[in-house]
């Protein structure tokens, strides 16, 4: 290897969510303002308050056909072919991710019945081991760099990117795959219902004053990062380029965001210094972590302010969990994807299931309908349980 | 990163470290330095978030500094296993989910907690590693000291005992290839931190990368903090008698002898 130091690019994604496999699911779905939200038949969704979730309506059956694992495979691929990086390469894996839960439930479901664990039925349990789904996902690829896996929740796969931006920045590494995997199952469903965070209407409408909460979503992607420089040399095609990311902690409380964003806008202020724009002069559009509940929405709204005060009223905001639903550890990469697609289209992605304004949700949220826009930069905002905050700077080569 | 066979990049440090501090703690491991379980207020149950709050606490009570510029990074295997196995039993036996069981799930409340407790608004993270963590964690604490926001990384390895869930899972991952498997009470947790800058006044032991690894670490087990044990115990012998001290897989530790510093227990 020969690092090459400067400009982080994006050359390839893989992508699917509720809406299918590829772009174009994400165009139908998430840029037409159209919610995927259905009651789910993955599991009994009888016990609890809602039975809706962001589900894909075709594919494997999430519990029972390892599907998280075969997910990022396929992403991993399709990102790799867009790139045209050969299987075998030198590059980072870096990947968002919990771990495949349904194999710890699927476990204590045969351990407690009468008959207890039937051989073979251990297999794959170290898929719930987020780092072996690393090993997993850089072996199918063929890719032979370093592995890490981040485990911080619903910002990890942005933490996963961020840190392949130092890695390709400081010139430790060329080439790098991040990629991010949630699939809607129980056992997290039962945790979120029992937080109360579940949307009560079977719809996320996220900035609107009468959202009620979250809805999850599936949610599996991965982009290729490598230095520019790199990809001049190997005649591949930048799609867009990163140029500026942050992290900031909110120090205020175990679960919920602090109540002006500080974090945040932390979070954004060092994006934007380190893409050179320092008041957001050149941002034409935020993806929002807009999850739909009163804590997120407000605290949110406020930290963008805070974040450009000149400029936060003239920048058009979109929640697109609106459509998709809360990826969780996926969140950040997908919407990552979903920006890029922004900035290469020129369309804003709406917040669907807007409906009524809040007086503390006061900027431009491109409600319900998707909006033409001739971009040059555009800002993705994940949060945390933890009060973590990231940012990401994308800009249109 | 992640050892790997074909992993290239094996020295981890681009830049050497300096320790401003360094800790362990253990918990219900039948050893002798045993600590009884902190109280730790919202978290229940299992030992994870409550030993990392603990040497984290310790590190960041000793050389209290600028939150702001501070950066936490965590490690371990698969997180709170402990709670993740409570969680799941209850889902299967068709109980209602304890919303307490919810919030600790994630490495993320605890990290939060420390957070408020601390005024850290750097950066904060959860890593998965199969392998001792040592490695990872230092090559992190060197790529993030590299960013001018940041001038302390504090980065902490935490390995739980568990269930024979937990025992299965070692078993897969382990699979032929000849490794040991962890042999850990089911309530026992072992936790370390260090406190790293780069060398400085306040920082008489440094961390550099070794020239050629001490030994493979091959031999240990899936998810075991024990590199990051000998790290901190290398640092406690050093201040006072200085010389050069190699800890696996690949970092040797260097001090100037003088009188012994006020590092942590």
Redesign the interface.
């Known amino acids: 290897?020969s690092p090459l130091t400067g400009e982080v690019t994006v050359t390839g994604f893989g992508v699917r969510t509720a809406f299918g496999t590829g772009a174009e699911a994400l165009r139908r779905g998430v840029f037409a303002g159209v919610p995927s939200f259905a009651p789910t038949t993955r599991f009994d969704t009888g016990?609890y308050r809602t039975p809706m979730a962001g589900v894909a309506p075709e594919g494997p059956d999430a519990v029972e056909d390892w599907a998280l694992r075969h997910a990022l495979a396929q992403c991993g691929a399709d990102a790799l072919d867009m790139a045209d990086l050969p299987r075998g390469s030198?590059a980072?894996v870096l990947l968002g991710i919990?771990?495949d839960?349904t194999s710890?439930?699927r476990?204590?479901?045969n351990?407690?019945s009468e008959t207890g664990?039937p051989e073979g039925a251990?297999?794959?349990?170290?898929d719930?081991?987020?780092?072996?789904l690393?090993?997993l996902l850089?072996g199918g690829l063929g890719l032979?760099?370093?592995?890490?896996?981040?485990?911080?929740?619903c910002?990890?796969s942005a933490?996963a990117i961020i840190?392949a931006c130092?890695?390709i920045s400081?010139g430790?590494?060329d080439v790098a795959v991040c990629a991010g995997g949630y699939l809607v199952e129980?056992?997290t469903f039962?945790?979120?219902?029992?937080?109360?965070a579940l949307s009560k209407d079977g719809m996320v409408r996220p900035f609107s004053a009468d959202r009620s909460g979250l809805l999850l979503g599936d949610g599996v992607a991965a982009v290729v990062l490598e230095s520019a420089e790199h990809a001049r040399r190997r005649g591949a095609r930048p799609l867009t380029s990163i140029v500026g990311w942050g992290?900031?902690?909110?120090?205020?409380?175990?679960?919920q965001p602090h109540p002006e964003g500080?974090?945040l806008t932390?979070a954004a202020r060092?994006a934007l210094r380190l893409a050179g724009d320092p008041d957001g002069a050149t941002l034409g559009y935020v993806n929002a972590h807009g999850t739909g509940t009163k804590y997120n929405d407000g605290a949110e709204t406020r930290g963008l302010r805070a974040a450009f005060p000149e400029r936060a009223e003239a920048i058009p905001v979109s929640s697109t969990k609106s459509t998709t639903g809360h990826m969780l550890e996926a969140a950040g990469v997908v919407e990552f994807v979903i920006t890029m697609l922004a900035l290469m289209d020129g369309v804003l992605p709406p917040t669907a299931g807007f409906t009524t304004p809040d007086p503390e949700c006061d900027l431009d949220y491109v409600p319900n309908e998707p909006r033409p826009a001739d971009l040059h930069r555009a800002l993705t905002i994940n949060a945390?349980?933890?009060?973590?905050n990231t940012a990401l700077v994308l800009e249109r080569p | 990163?992640?050892t790997?066979s074909?992993?290239?990049?094996k020295a981890a440090l681009?830049s050497p470290l300096g320790i401003l501090t360094a800790t362990t703690a253990t918990h219900g491991t039948g050893g002798d330095g045993d600590i009884a379980l902190p109280r730790l207020p919202?978290f229940v149950e299992s030992a994870f978030s409550p030993l990392a709050y603990e040497v984290a606490a310790r590190c960041l009570t000793e050389y209290p500094g600028d939150?702001s510029r501070t950066a936490v990074a965590l490690a371990s295997?698969?997180?709170d296993t402990t709670t993740?196995?409570l969680?799941?039993?209850r889902?299967?036996?068709?109980k209602?989910?304890?919303?307490l069981?919810?919030?600790q799930?994630?490495?993320?409340?605890?990290?939060?907690?420390m957070?408020?407790e601390?005024?850290?608004?750097?950066?904060?993270?959860?890593?998965?590693?199969?392998d001792d963590p040592v490695t990872?964690l230092l090559a992190m604490a060197d790529?993030?000291l590299?960013?001018p926001?940041l001038d302390r990384v504090l980065v902490i390895g935490i390995e739980l005992g568990g269930s024979?869930?937990l025992a299965?899972?070692y078993?897969?991952?382990v699979g032929d290839g000849g490794r040991s498997v962890p042999d850990l009470p089911e309530s026992a947790a072992l936790a370390a931190a260090v406190l790293l800058g780069r060398p400085g006044a306040d920082t008489p032991v440094t961390v550099t990368a070794a020239e050629t690894s001490p030994h493979a670490d091959g031999a240990r087990h899936?998810g075991g903090v024990q590199g990051l044990f000998d790290l901190v115990a290398a640092h406690r012998r050093l201040p006072a008698e200085g010389g050069r001290l190699p800890v696996a897989p690949a970092f040797v530790l260097t001090a100037d002898p003088h009188p012994p510093t006020n590092a942590l227990p």
């Open positions: 290897m016990p030198e980072a919990a771990g839960c710890v439930t476990y204590w479901r351990a407690d664990v251990v297999d794959r349990l170290a719930a081991v987020p780092a072996r690393a090993e850089a032979t760099g370093p592995r890490l896996t981040f485990t911080n929740a910002v990890a933490a840190h130092r890695l400081s430790r590494v129980e056992e039962g945790k979120f219902d029992s937080g109360r992290a900031a902690t909110d120090a205020h409380h175990i679960a500080v974090g932390r060092q945390a349980f933890g009060g973590a | 990163m992640t790997t074909t992993s290239t990049d681009r919202g939150g295997l698969m997180g993740a196995d969680a799941s039993r889902v299967v036996s068709g209602v989910h304890n919303p069981l919810f919030m799930a994630t490495a993320n409340s605890v990290l939060g907690h957070s408020r601390f005024g850290i608004t750097g950066q904060m993270f959860s890593l998965s590693t199969l990872e790529l993030l590299e960013d926001e024979e869930r299965a899972a078993r897969e991952l899936p």
